[in-house]
């Protein structure tokens, strides 16, 4: 199947073929169609799937099919609303990529900076607008957008957008788009209210599930490391002093962790930023910025600030900690496989992460292989036994832990140099 026999039109397949994609993905050789014949969708699917392309694509092709009978030039026609600013940004810049030969505009909103470059944007006329939904109520409230001639909408990520609290701001912006219209719903997942909510704007979708989970943990080479909470600083800087790595983005579950990762690098000279709700919008997209070309080497992220990064070359993830949610695990790890690349992840799992561990590895379908030889091995049989730190008991330990060890391991037969060199 190539972008050809989905029925894309030339200028479309000249933009997608520059920025390199051979062939669909399974979302978009699914999606694509059924948006074409002008369907509702409803898509089970996650970032790293290739979704954005599923939907700009069809609504790219349609508005260009369409421009000669349309009488309001540009006005905003179709608007896609998504959590936060980084997947905004992102999503405007999959549409400006892929609707480079079609003389399509679009522009994007988002909270945290000022609006002027915005609304300036808004003023010259845009086709298509992509939204975080605080900043779209804003500037709608002002008088700078309306939604009366939109024919499409999308909302992205919705079960983040439940979950950081816009299901209000979600049903004051679908109350002002015109009824007749095409509508689009992803979600990676299905709670009844994400299914509630999709039933208010959809009409009768069409559905496409797309389970990531497997085929990602199946792409990019794990391996974890069983380390003392206290060691983990001095693991993750012999892991970085003792290989190459070109980019590597670490994730910590909070932003006070994050923080604290920044200055222990710089202690040792490794250049690191980190991105968090914290921060400013122009320091994190700066700190992205510098990450994509290279300036810095080292990445620290929370999760929310990690959706839609998308880091080509990315060559390592490391979970400094171990996320409570299996499925953000997929999603982290997701990060350095993305598309049809195949990536590396390492985590960290101390003694109080060792339940989370198990659901990640029930919901992957594989023991994630265990590193056992490194420095600090011993610091965490140290933590778990400290009435009983005798050979003995130690040895017990890892017995009860091996089950993890080398399990389902291509480089089981490796040296643990040879093993470590992977990355
Ligand atoms: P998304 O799920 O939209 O965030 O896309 C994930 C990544 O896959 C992005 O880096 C896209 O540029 C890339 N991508 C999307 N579609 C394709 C494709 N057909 N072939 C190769 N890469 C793709």
Not at 130 to 142: C, F, K, S
Not at 177 to 195: G, H
Not at 244 to 252: A, E, G, K, P, R
Not at 341 to 363: P, T
Request: glycine content about 6%.
């Amino acid at each position: 199947m190539t972008f050809k026999d989905l029925k894309i039109i030339d200028p479309i397949l000249k933009a997608v073929a520059e920025v390199g994609y051979t062939h669909p993905t399974p979302i978009q050789e699914q999606s694509i169609p059924i948006l074409l014949s002008g369907k509702d969708l409803l898509g089970c699917a996650q970032t790293g799937t290739g979704k954005t392309a599923a939907f700009a694509i069809p609504i790219i092709q349609q508005l260009y099919n369409n421009r000669q009978q349309n009488t309001n030039y540009r006005k905003i026609k179709a608007l896609i609303v998504t959590p936060t600013r980084e997947l905004a940004i992102q999503i405007a810049d999959n549409f400006t990529l892929y609707g480079k030969y079609t003389g399509i505009k679009n522009t994007v909103v988002f909270g945290g900076v000022k609006q002027g470059a915005q609304t300036q944007a808004l003023k010259k006329g845009v086709d298509i607008l992509v939204a975080t939904p605080g900043r779209l109520l804003d500037l709608m409230q002002q008088g700078y957008i309306s939604l009366s001639d939109i024919s499409f909408f999308v909302l992205d990520e919705a079960d983040h957008m439940l979950d950081m609290g816009f299901i209000h701001d979600i049903r004051k912006i679908i109350v002002k788009i015109p009824v007749k219209r095409q509508s689009l719903f992803f979600s990676a997942t299905m709670p009844q209210a994400i299914v509630a909510l999709s039933g208010k704007i959809l009409g009768h979708p069409e559905k496409v599930t797309i389970r990531p989970e497997q085929a990602t943990a199946e792409k990019v080479t794990q391996s974890v490391y069983f380390v003392s909470k206290k060691s983990k600083p001095k693991l993750l800087i012999h892991l970085l002093q003792n290989e190459t790595v070109s980019s590597v983005l670490i994730f910590s579950r909070t932003k006070h962790g994050a923080n604290k990762i920044v200055k222990l690098l710089d202690k040792v000279s490794i250049k690191a930023e980190a991105i968090h709700g914290n921060k400013s919008q122009t320091a994190r997209q700066k700190a992205l910025a510098n990450f994509k070309n290279g300036d810095t080497a080292v990445l620290i992220a929370t999760d929310i600030a990690a959706r839609g990064i998308d880091v080509e070359e990315l060559s390592l993830v490391i979970n400094y900690d171990l996320p409570n949610i299996s499925e953000t695990y997929v999603h982290r790890i997701g990060r350095t496989g993305r598309a049809n690349a195949s990536g590396i992840a390492i985590s960290f799992c101390d003694n109080e992460e060792k339940a989370f561990l198990r659901d990640i590895q029930k919901l992957i379908g594989q023991n994630i292989p265990a590193v056992l030889e490194h420095p600090f091995m011993n610091d965490m049989v140290d933590e778990q036994l400290p009435e009983a730190k005798s050979k003995h008991k130690k040895q017990q330990f890892w017995s009860k832990n091996k089950g993890n060890k080398n399990r389902n391991n291509p480089n089981k037969n490796k040296s643990q140099h040879q093993s470590r060199k992977r990355y």
